[in-house]
């Protein structure tokens, strides 16, 4: 069992390293230098479109964990569609990271990965909701996980703007998800969280304050779709339905900040699929903050969203817990509207 581990622990700082290599290499391609404006947090050309690493590392990982017998079984259809959909996200990302694309062809290259993947049998049929139960989708499930597959991608994707804040979440909570998945005795989802873990940990030496170099869109987009996916995956094991809960806490201070900024900017009749620096992370950094002092709030943020995911035995408890998230989450909206009024 000891030696297990240890093979385990030598691979994963493998696929560390290599995110970290690559990532280290694209600083040096200058086509994906991204230039500061009027809506961006840096103040020098810094190159982007180093999440390449963390996608390589991670879809590398995936292989060896899946085929060398570290996941307990082989992978089915489901894996595959997470697999596919992730990549083809990451491949139109990489294209936006060199070329600017027009929303509605970003919006269409993740709705294309989407179908593959719900074609593979990537799809949340059941949750537990308070009162109901465990409540059967039926016919919504497709709809419903099509919403949460390019919800989680886009919002990942907003919320990738200081240096490293979304590589330090994405680490934190692929982490606490391969060890609640472990302790469920989900290996083969704890062997994705575990590979995403260290693609995103690697990169993040590179991206910490200062960053070195930014993830892009192809980093950002990869690891919103993979995050959802593997959230479908655990939706679909265990008895009460509580898995489907699981990734919505690691990533809830995420899908607040989205869902806030959105709805005030639906308010002024702002369009929403443009640019711009409204989120709560990045008005806490024009009060003042560093990029380094709000990803540390971030990574707190995350680490807490850890704990409470990792201290719920069951579905009852996760509601508990995205109560407690979400009553947090509120305080945090409030600390920087005041920061915001005093300056």
């Known amino acids: 069992m000891t030696r297990f581990f240890v093979v385990h622990a030598i691979l994963l700082a493998g696929l560390a390293a290599i995110a970290a290599i690559i990532a280290w290499a694209m600083a040096r391609w200058r086509p994906l230098m991204d230039a500061p404006n009027a809506r961006s947090s840096h103040a020098l050309p810094t190159p982007r479109g180093g999440g390449v690493g963390i996608v390589v590392a991670t879809l590398f990982g995936w292989l060896l964990f899946w085929n060398a017998g570290f996941a307990s079984r082989a992978a089915g259809a489901p894996e595959f569609g997470l697999a596919a959909g992730a990549t083809m996200v990451a491949l139109a990302g990489l294209m936006d990271d060199r070329r600017a694309q027009p929303a509605a062809i970003k919006l269409g290259a993740q709705a294309l990965a989407t179908l593959v993947a719900l074609a593979c049998g990537l ?196 509601w508990r817990a995205l109560g407690i998230a979400f009553a947090l989450q509120l305080a945090y909206a409030t600390w920087v509207a005041r920061r915001e009024a005093r300056r």
């Open 123 to 318: 799809t949340i049929d059941r949750i537990a909701l308070p009162g109901l139960g465990l409540v059967e989708l039926g016919v919504f499930a497709w709809p419903l996980t099509a919403l949460w597959l390019v919800g989680l991608t886009n919002a990942f994707n907003f919320m990738d703007g200081l240096d490293g804040l979304a590589a330090a979440t994405a680490t934190i909570a692929a982490a606490a998800l391969a060890l609640v998945a472990q302790a469920g005795g989900n290996g083969p989802i704890a062997a994705l969280a575990w590979s995403l873990a260290a693609g995103s940990a690697g990169f993040l030496l590179l991206n910490k304050p200062p960053a070195r170099i930014f993830m892009g869109d192809v980093g950002s987009q990869f690891l919103g779709f993979a995050f959802a996916g593997i959230g479908v995956l655990m939706a679909s094991r265990g008895g009460d339905g509580g898995g489907a809960l699981l990734v919505p806490l690691l990533l809830f201070h995420f899908l607040f900040d989205t869902a806030l900024t959105a709805w005030r900017r639906a308010r002024r009749g702002e369009k929403l699929w443009q640019a711009h620096r409204e989120h709560l992370y990045q008005r806490l950094n024009r009060t003042g903050l560093g990029h380094g002092a709000v990803t540390l709030c971030a990574s707190a943020a995350a680490l807490i969203l850890a704990a409470l995911a990792l201290l719920a035995p069951d579905a009852s408890a996760l």
